[in-house]
């Protein structure tokens, strides 16, 4: 479960005030909103990457508000991936089980279960610029759910991808949410990405954080993603 | 989609116009071949100058039989020097220690200064017990007839002494400066037969010089420095391999001040290195990844070791160790502290630059994850951001490698130009020059253009595309 409890955020001229929001365990929390709204801001504050100056985060039944990052128990998958330039795709997958110290022969075990899970067996030795981009999402998501983390939190993970890419990604990330006991916030400007993966839906504007109800969903994103304009007009 | 740093995609390509591209090319270009000139031309003088070699040429090893060397054999043995000899007649050996004519002989050790007493055989009035060994005459039959002797160099020469052996008139010299000024001088009258007149010359550049003998004589040495040196049998077969023996750079090495320079410079500008990145790199890091007050100011002092003038900075060291215990001072100003000191205060303004950029390219993002997931600060930055930063330490440590190695005015002001102490490359250059070397200053040159080269090599291989000073 995450919670967050009247939180307000100051990054530089940026302020985001006042934001509670929920989602349940083991739901897939889309958040979603308008450029510039603050949804990465909100998403590296849960990650202890950025301070609060006020509220609390609740992960679980964790008050993690003063934990720091590496002690949240979260998975992080920033906008680009952020993959690391000189590490092959083994050692992404191995990254924080090394920094946490696992022994050797769980890292591997880890390692082949999450390879086969996310299609990187043949990959394992490859280096990260010739990955394609789909490729390179998978690896960013392994590496951030190696350590079982009970918090998954995606910034825009699909928004780079072609149409294919993305649809096999929708799949991947349904397979992973349930197969992993994981809560996982998903912060994106993608209607489709709310429609094939959201069980919570929330919408993120200039005045807070709105829960959009599941009966009212479907209304929702068709006032949201707009009517096209029809060709010849 | 992934952007990484040091990824470098394509710049796409623009239609070219060949007008547009003419001139441009033209205005850059004049300069990329300035700088190909200015390396061409140090090999070109390398290659052409072996060096200065002084000669004395004594014909002494013509044999002592008197009267019998002929202009054949003489010539032989100036041939080597680039020189030749002629005289109104034939020029010849004779054999002072062993003199047949009934004039002259060895003169007597008597005759220390010039033109005074008297010498020779038979008629003379001293004995015959200086040995100046074989005297070269114009012509050996008549001792008392004028004559000349007229010596040729193919390349210019300076002739800055002649031993001159003459009656009792004067001796005139005529030197042929290059610069088509005649330069004249005259011995003083002979004392009589058999007189020895050391002559000193100005030195003046030439390729001819002329000696009018009045009443007969003859040139028993002559010293000059020319731009070359006696070759081996073996040198003369191969010339191609007897440059690459012998030539400015294998002599510069050869010396022990230089061999000291080299050390000095390679050790000291290798401390430099390190110690930059000591400072760089945590440096760098600060300015590059946190906004703190005063960052602006920070940013500006770093830029002064840069614009300063190089003797500024050495003269504000020297000032500083004013204030420092004495103890202090003596263990740094003019010793070889000093030399690391002058170096790194400039090159670690350089090695801080590049860090900064080359974090600037690492995206705080990886950071960021290696945080949540499960790394320190520090272990995060030493496991992700240091390996992500290598090739730009690479960059930044070679770039003050070769500041430090370029470094002088600060060395000659703090560390002073000791030879075998304080002296570094930089300071050999100086130092050959003020005295005149040129070509071990260029060949001292060369040596610091091969190890900056490989340096930018390096560099340029193993170190940040994307960033370069």
């Given at each position: 479960m995450i919670t967050l409890d009247n939180i307000s955020i100051t990054a530089g001229t940026f302020q985001l005030d006042h934001v509670s929001l929920k989602v349940p365990h083991r739901h897939y929390g889309i958040l979603m909103g308008a450029t510039g709204t603050g949804k990465t801001t909100l998403l590296e504050a849960i990650a202890g990457l950025i301070p609060i100056t006020n509220g609390s985060i609740i992960l679980g039944t964790r008050?993690?508000?003063?934990?720091k990052p590496a002690e949240r128990n979260i998975g992080y998958v920033p906008q680009d991936g952020a993959?690391?330039?000189?590490?092959?795709v083994r050692d992404h997958l191995a990254f924080s089980l090394v920094a946490r110290g696992e022994a050797p022969v769980m890292i591997k075990e880890r390692i082949d279960e999450l390879s086969s899970m996310l299609g990187l067996c043949d990959h394992?030795?490859?280096?990260?610029?010739?990955?394609s981009g789909g490729e390179k999402q998978r690896v960013a998501l392994g590496r951030a759910l190696a350590s079982h983390p009970a918090t998954l939190l995606l910034d825009e993970?699909?928004?780079?991808?072609d149409e294919k890419t993305r649809n096999q990604m929708y799949q991947l990330l349904r397979n992973v949410q349930k197969n992993i006991p994981v809560t996982i916030l998903h912060v994106t400007h993608h209607v489709a990405d709310a429609r094939f993966l959201a069980d919570t839906l929330l919408h993120l504007s200039p005045t807070g954080i709105e829960e959009i109800k599941s009966d009212c969903v479907s209304a929702w994103m068709d006032k949201e993603s707009g009517a096209p304009p029809k060709r010849g007009d | 989609m992934v952007s990484l740093p040091d990824s470098t995609s394509p710049s796409p390509r623009i239609r070219s116009d060949g007008m547009f591209i003419a001139t441009f090319s033209v205005l850059g270009g004049t300069y990329v071949l300035l700088i190909i000139l200015l390396l061409v031309g140090d090999l070109a003088y390398l290659l052409r100058a072996p060096g200065t070699t002084e000669a004395v040429i004594t014909?002494?090893?013509?044999?002592?039989?008197?009267?019998?060397?002929e202009d054949e054999q003489i010539q032989r043995q100036l041939q080597p020097y680039g020189m030749s000899v002629e005289s109104d007649a034939t020029p010849r050996i004779f054999d002072s220690s062993n003199p047949k004519n009934k004039l002259w002989g060895s003169p007597h050790i008597?005759?220390?200064?010039?033109?005074t007493g008297v010498g020779g055989k038979?008629?003379?009035?001293?004995?015959?017990?200086?040995?100046?060994?074989n005297i070269l005459t114009p012509?050996?039959?008549?001792?008392?007839k004028p004559g000349f002797l007229r010596f040729r160099w193919e390349q210019p020469v300076a002739v800055t002494a002649l031993q001159i052996f003459a009656n009792t008139d004067p001796v005139d010299i005529r030197v042929l400066n290059q610069d088509h000024l005649t330069h004249q001088q005259r011995t003083a009258s002979?004392?009589?037969?058999?007189s020895v007149h050391k002559i000193t010359l100005p030195?003046?550049?030439?390729?001819q010089v002329e000696i009018f003998f009045p009443e007969g004589g003859g040139l028993a040495g002559m010293r000059f420095s020319w731009p070359g040196r006696l070759r081996a049998d073996w040198e003369l077969r191969h010339p191609l391999l007897s440059n690459l023996v012998y030539n400015p750079v294998v002599e510069a090495l050869s010396k022990p001040e230089i061999q000291y320079s080299i050390a000095l410079s390679l050790i000291s500008c290798t401390v430099t290195a390190i110690i930059s990145l000591w400072i760089a790199v945590p440096l760098g890091y600060l300015l590059s990844r946190y906004s703190f007050f005063g960052k602006g100011l920070i940013d500006a002092i770093l830029d002064i070791p840069i614009i300063l003038p190089p003797l500024v900075v050495g003269l504000s060291l020297l000032i500083l160790f004013q204030f420092m215990p004495v103890a202090l001072r003596n263990a740094v100003v003019y010793q070889i502290p000093a030399v690391i000191l002058a170096q790194v205060a400039v090159a670690c303004a350089f090695a801080v630059r590049i860090m900064k950029a080359a974090f600037d390219q690492i995206d705080p993002r990886c950071e960021q994850v290696a945080l949540t997931l499960g790394c320190g600060r520090a272990s995060a930055f030493s496991r992700v951001v240091l390996p992500e930063a290598l090739p730009g330490m690479l960059t930044a440590g070679t770039l003050a490698w070769a500041r430090a190695l370029g470094e002088f005015g600060p060395l000659l002001i703090f560390?002073?130009?000791?030879?075998?102490?304080?002296?570094v490359l930089s300071t050999s250059v100086f130092l050959e020059l003020s005295v005149g070397d040129l070509s071990a200053a260029v060949a001292i040159s060369f040596i610091m253009i091969i190890a900056a080269i490989l340096v930018l090599v390096l560099t340029r291989i193993w170190g940040t595309k994307t960033i370069s000073l």
């Open positions: 008050d993690v508000t003063s934990f993959l690391f330039s000189k590490m092959n394992l030795h490859r280096g990260i610029r010739n990955l993970p699909l928004s780079a991808l | 014909f002494d090893p013509l044999g002592n039989t008197s009267g019998s060397v008597d005759f220390g200064g010039p033109g038979g008629t003379g009035t001293y004995a015959n017990d200086k040995q100046l060994g012509d050996l039959i008549d001792d008392s002979g004392g009589g037969p058999g030195g003046h550049e030439t390729d560390a002073g130009a000791t030879r075998l102490k304080t002296e």
